[in-house]
């Protein structure tokens, strides 16, 4: 399957600080990758699609404002948490889908730990 | 209302046991994927099912999915505690995937 990296793995930032994650799709090119987030011992819940060279759509109840998204080339997605709160810690993940297998499939990369203090 | 069904929840098991881990769903989906995760990775495609009636087999994992592709179960034979983790599906809809709660798998030795 294709290979997605996420950096950093994990991070740790003061409350009303920005912090940025990255995407990207080392062995393919990926039009559309998506990122999601997930609370201890759930599921994931995804925020919003991202597709290259457009804006990202977003789920129902994700703030735009505050969850920024960029995926300026095929291969590199970005997250942007703006304005971080304790209540934005969270495991982030994201994913790419693509890769030629004929059905829809998803590969995720390994997230990333988001701890606001 | 989840769209994706998925049972049980939580399942705490004996080396060498049997277990069968069920998703449903009101829905049609075009294909269906199971995922297994470990604590703070993300997830690892296991299989896809496309056509209605497919059964898939990985080893000791046996995937089948319904006829009407509104169900699939997700069947391990012997289980290890290399099995251990958190197992997701998630089927597809629209430009989506759609995840069900998930079941997190403990296997004991």
């Known amino acids: 399957g294709a290979v997605v990296s996420q950096h950093p793995s994990w991070v740790i930032c003061k409350s009303g600080t920005s912090v940025k994650i990255e995407c990207r799709s080392l062995d393919f090119q990926a039009t559309t990758m998506f990122w999601y987030r997930q609370f201890p011992k759930q599921s994931l819940m995804l925020m919003a699609t991202s597709n290259e060279g457009s804006k990202a759509t977003y789920e129902q109840g994700v703030e735009k404002d505050k969850f920024l998204i960029n995926h300026a080339s095929l291969t590199l997605s970005t997250l942007t948490v703006t304005s971080a709160h304790p209540e934005d810690s969270s495991f982030y993940i994201c994913?790419?889908?693509?890769?030629?297998?004929?059905?829809?499939?998803?590969?995720f990369g390994p997230g990333t730990r988001l701890t606001v203090t | 209302t989840q769209l994706l069904e998925q049972s049980p929840q939580f399942l705490s098991i004996q080396e060498g046991e049997n277990l069968t881990v069920y998703c449903n769903s009101s829905s049609v989906f075009s294909s269906l994927q199971w995922y297994r995760q470990e604590p703070g990775e993300g997830p690892v495609l296991l299989v896809t099912?496309?056509?209605?009636?497919e059964v898939k087999k990985l080893k000791r994992l046996t995937f089948q999915f319904g006829d009407a592709r509104k169900d699939s179960s997700l069947h391990i034979t012997a289980a290890q505690p290399g099995d251990t983790g958190l197992y997701l599906c998630?089927?597809?809809?629209?430009?989506?995937?759609?995840f069900g709660a998930g079941t997190i798998l403990r296997v004991k030795s």
């Open positions: 998630a089927g597809e809809y629209g430009n989506k995937l759609v």
């Open positions: 994913s790419s889908s693509g890769g030629g297998t004929g059905a829809y499939e998803q590969y």
């Open positions: 099912v496309v056509t209605g009636g």
